[in-house]
């Protein structure tokens, strides 16, 4: 069958500086990243040196302040440059949101001294974050969570564990919410916790049906001993920070998945225009087409959403019921494009020969990482009719 290059996606972007942005980005997706992925996902590898060239090219702090290493793009050419790399490899795109999730505690609530100390490092300086608020037994009820964080002198003590943390066990720093007054939302607090303290450990990492490459893991706090100066905001305002984090963060997942679903649909495009069969391309026939056309709606649908709740971001608007509504269509459609993509492919679909399975069994996470879809439209409807009787 001939080769059909995918054509890049043609973006809206606000600036020349943001075109070179995303061009660099492809140069790197296509070179460093893409030609590697299979291999390195079917053997489990993390690429933690990519990171090291995303961070080294400006790429690890793009929305976040020039003043401390970042990009200074607003959040509408960020997510698209993150859209990019998870085309390549989801491994790194979503490892590159959680990052930046991680960073936003400390960049939104931090003091000025904490941000000159060590955002630098964090933004631009070869560090990776993980984010840890989810628990064994609490993960869409965030508020109920265990880990406690007592005070002691001019020190806190952490003690609990963390679950399903993408970058457990290979993090520079935790972002890390624990539980330091009463129960619920308002005894909860904020810390910045360096991946070298004693007394924390990861468990081994979760064996997935997909994103291999990605360590997820339980990390664990032993009695882990940090200054008052790594506090993020003020004591009891950890769960409002979280919230905030996690409206920036599900777009960052929106983008992410409508890459897969953009690399899905260009493999099925190619194999449909050289695939033969009858004496003519599978292409021709009007099913398939059609099937080839929905796909291509509904990525434009998707990524037409998660732009639109970032403008509203970068004007200092509200978004928070956008992006519940950007992470749920956009992972919605990734599940979709893949799933039809397998199709198009037919049984060369269900092998590993092509990367079409290995997307589908990627975009399923994305539907329930950052708060699953059932969250998301508890979240909207919240918006619409207010929050639920009880």
């Known amino acids: 069958?001939?080769?059909?290059?995918?054509?890049?996606?043609?973006?809206?972007?606000?600036?020349?500086?943001?075109?070179?942005?995303?061009?660099?980005?492809?140069?790197?997706?296509?070179?460093e990243i893409a030609p590697k992925a299979a291999e390195e996902e079917d053997t489990g590898r993390f690429p933690r040196e990519v990171f090291g060239l995303l961070s080294t090219s400006g790429l690890l702090g793009l929305p976040y302040s020039c003043e401390y290493g970042g990009g200074d793009q607003p959040y509408e050419v960020y997510l698209q440059a993150l859209e990019e790399l998870a085309a390549a490899r989801l491994t790194v795109g979503l490892g590159v949101?959680?990052?930046?999730?991680?960073?936003?505690?400390?960049?939104?609530?931090?003091?000025?001294?904490?941000?000159v100390?060590?955002?630098?490092?964090?933004?631009?300086?070869?560090?990776?974050?993980?984010?840890?608020?989810?628990?064994?037994?609490?993960g869409s009820d965030a508020a109920s969570l265990r880990t406690k964080a007592v005070r002691d002198g001019e020190d806190w003590v952490i003690t609990g564990t963390k679950a399903w943390i993408t970058h457990g066990g290979v993090a520079d720093f935790y972002t890390v919410l624990a539980r330091s007054g009463g129960e619920g939302a308002r005894g909860i607090t904020a810390f910045l916790v360096?991946?070298?303290a004693e007394g924390l450990s990861a468990a081994p990492p979760e064996k997935k049906m997909g994103m291999k490459g990605s360590p997820t893991a339980q990390v664990h706090f032993d009695g882990v001993r940090i200054p008052d100066d790594r506090r993020l905001g003020d004591e009891g305002q950890g769960f409002a920070i979280a919230l905030s984090a996690l409206d920036s963060g599900r777009l960052g997942i929106a983008a992410c998945a409508i890459g897969v679903a953009q690399a899905a649909l260009d493999e099925a495009v190619a194999y449909a225009t050289g695939r033969q069969q009858f004496g003519r391309p599978i292409s021709d026939f009007q099913g398939l087409r059609f099937m080839l056309a929905d796909m291509a709606t509904q990525i434009e649908a998707g990524r037409a959403l998660y732009l639109a709740a970032a403008r509203l971001r970068d004007a200092g608007r509200p978004f928070s019921k956008q992006a519940a509504m950007a992470k749920l269509l956009c992972t919605d459609t990734a599940m979709k494009v893949t799933t039809d993509a397998v199709q198009v492919l037919g049984g060369y679909g269900y092998t590993a020969d092509f990367p079409v399975e290995r997307y589908m069994r990627e975009a399923k996470v994305l539907q329930i990482v950052e708060g699953t879809n059932q969250i998301q439209r508890m979240v909207i409807a919240r918006h619409l009719a207010g929050p639920e009787s009880h």
């Not at 490092?121 to 608020?133: E, K, T």
Request: charged fraction near 20%; proline fraction near 9%; aromatic fraction near 2%.
């Open 117 to 138: 100390e060590h955002l630098p490092a964090m933004l631009g300086g070869g560090l990776l974050g993980a984010y840890c608020l989810s628990e064994p037994s609490s």
């Open 194 to 196: 360096p991946g070298d």
């Open 97 to 115: 949101s959680v990052h930046s999730l991680s960073c936003h505690a400390l960049a939104n609530y931090g003091t000025k001294a904490q941000q």
């Open 1 to 31: 069958m001939p080769d059909r290059a995918p054509q890049p996606v043609d973006r809206q972007l606000p600036t020349d500086e943001a075109r070179d942005l995303i061009s660099l980005v492809r140069d790197i997706a296509q070179r």
